[in-house]
């Protein structure tokens, strides 16, 4: 059972830290820096709230280092994508530059350029919906011809669309694998990590340590991969989406 979370401050080695507490049906304290440097903290319902914090003056050191270092990784992140004319954008890890013209809803794509035309482009859900549409055009044939490598893959349905919290997911049942549209402006070693991510739940459906060793099997580097697709979250994902994690 997991009780209503809590907000408190703390000050750890001259730091006034905010963080988040709820109780939960633990056996110990847990505490974690998400990727935004929010301090997560749960603990047992029968535990006294002082020890809690002694706990967190004991672990001072490593949470502000964990802080610091997202905050490093924040400040040195790339710049958003916004699908604003003449931006750089994305294509499988090379840029093409954004052009936005009017007329009848339509895209092209040059060795160098990709143009989004709208009736209205001036309107930013407009934009993003048709550039999504292009992101599709172009992933479906890269994903199917990766998947025709891998026998586990056959009979499968790839969908795609735009996700604010993951890269794919899989349901094993219908042997479906949805697959997030910014990938078609990840590198192919980024893409191909996510489908195999999603290939091995179709034995494993969970994260559970056979999920990780069959994957490390398919996928040696699958770590590298996936700290690069996520390095360039910012860059694969229109603004007003999250970035994913898979």
């Known amino acids: ?5 809590t907000v408190h401050q703390i000050m750890l080695d001259g730091t006034r830290l905010r963080y988040t507490f709820t109780r ?25 709230f002082a020890h809690v914090e002694a706990f967190m003056r004991e672990k001072s050191d490593a949470i502000l280092r964990s802080i610091r270092r ?48 709208l009736p209205n482009p001036e309107d930013p859900a407009a934009i993003r919906r048709l550039f ?3 992101q599709v055009c172009e992933l479906r044939p890269v994903v199917e011809t990766m998947a025709n490598r891998f026998p586990i893959a056959e009979s499968l349905t790839f969908r795609f669309r735009a996700m604010t919290s993951r890269w794919g997911s899989c349901r094993p049942a219908g042997r479906i694998i949805t697959l997030n549209t910014g990938l078609a402006g990840a590198p192919l070693p980024c893409v191909e990590y996510v489908l195999l991510h999603e290939l091995t739940h179709l034995h494993h459906p969970d994260h559970s340590s ?21 390095r360039l979250a910012r860059q694969l994902i229109p603004q007003k989406i999250k970035n994913n994690s898979l």
């Open 1 to 5: 059972m997991t009780g209503a979370s």
């Open 24 to 48: 939960k049906s633990v056996k110990r304290i847990n505490l974690r820096v998400d990727s935004a440097g929010e301090v997560w903290v749960s603990a047992p319902h029968s535990l006294p």
């Open 70 to 117: 997202v905050e490093s990784r924040m400040a040195s992140a790339p710049a958003p994508l916004r699908l604003e004319e003449g931006e750089k954008v994305l294509y499988f890890g090379s840029q093409l530059i954004l052009h936005l013209a009017r007329g009848k809803a339509s895209f092209t794509r040059t060795a160098d350029t990709v143009t989004l035309t």
């Open 132 to 134: 999504g549409r292009w």
């Open 210 to 230: 056979r999920f990780y060793d069959e994957l490390s099997v398919r996928l040696p580097d699958w770590k590298e991969r996936k700290a690069e697709l996520d």
